[in-house]
């Protein structure tokens, strides 16, 4: 049995979980291993509308009035309890915030290693063997778990496309009894992000600006074309540690890492720190006016001009698009 532990916020899954399923739905194939969803929430239900759709084998609802927020001690709690009597051969788990603040809790707990950050998998024989990428994204290392199942996994987003999911399925809906146990920790306040500062790694369209803008005052040419094409806004390092944006915005390997279906990198010369973070993107269009910048060799499509008469008529165009 393959569990795909469902990402969600809000009263909605997040992309991820589709992404999960497809990797899982790979797995289910060519190893001939059925798929269970699970969910933990203080409610289900609607979460497990949108499931039921998918093609798989099995929900499993973990309710509970003490999951309302998210806690990675009742998480780890709750699945090592399951797990331990389910004997699952592997564990989906997003490469996310979330996932690896609770899946290396959860592992240890059982004594298991995590591969975390997997981009793909191979059947060998009767072995799993998944890959990761290192050193930025420089190198696929290809690894095997050691040892009997379950084994632990977190997909890396983006590298699986949650769209190619497959529908269709009548899955059976279960629902043990579960206590959280003991938490060492409370929510005290949830504070949400201001518009713009949303979690970029759910986000389908995203406007970046980098250094090119060479100011900060300029950075509202990035906002002007996100707010016209309906996208959330993203930035480079070197922006951030400039003070012009929060390091909410900042993509790359030591920001977010996303896949949008549309990314709009706007000045920003694709230093590889920052491509390991957008590279997995469905379309990436390019607007910077150095023909020989590093972005053009993943970019789908690419503009050599100036930003600053390139963004404004793209803003202009869509403005215009939008009143007809």
């Not at 331990?84 to 899946?103: I, N, R, S, W, Y």
């Not at 298991?112 to 190198?139: H, S, W």
């Not at 406007?207 to 996100?226: C, I, P, T, Y």
Request: aromatic share 6%.
């Amino acid at each position: 049995m393959i569990f795909v532990i469902a990402e969600h916020k809000d009263g909605k899954l997040r992309p991820i979980t589709s992404e999960l399923l497809v990797f899982a739905q790979r797995v289910g194939r060519d190893f001939g291993q059925p798929i269970t969803a699970v969910v933990l929430a203080a409610n289900t239900a609607g979460l497990v509308e949108e499931l039921k759709t998918r093609k798989i084998d099995r929900i499993m609802t973990l309710e509970h009035t003490e999951l309302g927020e998210y806690n990675p001690d009742s998480y780890a709690h709750i699945l090592k309890s399951i797990f331990e009597k389910e004997k699952p051969f592997l564990v989906l788990v997003g490469h996310t915030t979330q996932g690896m603040d609770f899946a290396p809790r959860l592992t240890v707990a059982l004594r298991r290693p995590l591969i975390a950050g997997c981009v793909e998998y191979e059947k060998q024989g009767d072995r799993l063997i998944l890959t990761r990428q290192i050193f930025n994204a420089k190198m696929n290392m290809k690894t095997s778990a050691r040892g009997e199942p379950p084994y632990f996994a977190t997909a890396s987003p983006g590298a699986f496309p949650g769209d190619e999911v497959e529908s269709g399925g009548n899955p059976e809906i279960v629902a043990p009894v579960v206590e959280p146990g003991a938490s060492r920790r409370k929510i005290v306040e949830r504070l949400e992000a201001q518009k713009g500062q949303a979690d970029l790694t759910s986000a389908p369209i995203i406007v970046s600006g980098g250094r090119g803008l060479k100011q900060k005052e300029n950075f509202h040419l990035v906002f002007e074309l996100a707010e016209a094409i309906g996208g959330s806004v993203g930035a480079s390092r070197p922006v951030v540690d400039a003070e012009w944006l929060p390091r909410e915005y900042q993509i790359g390997s030591s920001g977010q890492t996303v896949a949008p279906r549309l990314y709009i990198a706007v000045g920003i010369s694709g230093a590889i720190q920052h491509l390991v973070g957008m590279q997995t993107s469905r379309c990436i269009v390019a607007i910077n006016k150095d023909a020989e910048a590093p972005i053009f060799k993943i970019a789908h499509y690419g503009i050599v001009d100036d930003l600053f008469k390139i963004v404004p008529a793209l803003t202009k165009i869509c403005n215009d698009l939008k009143r007809v």
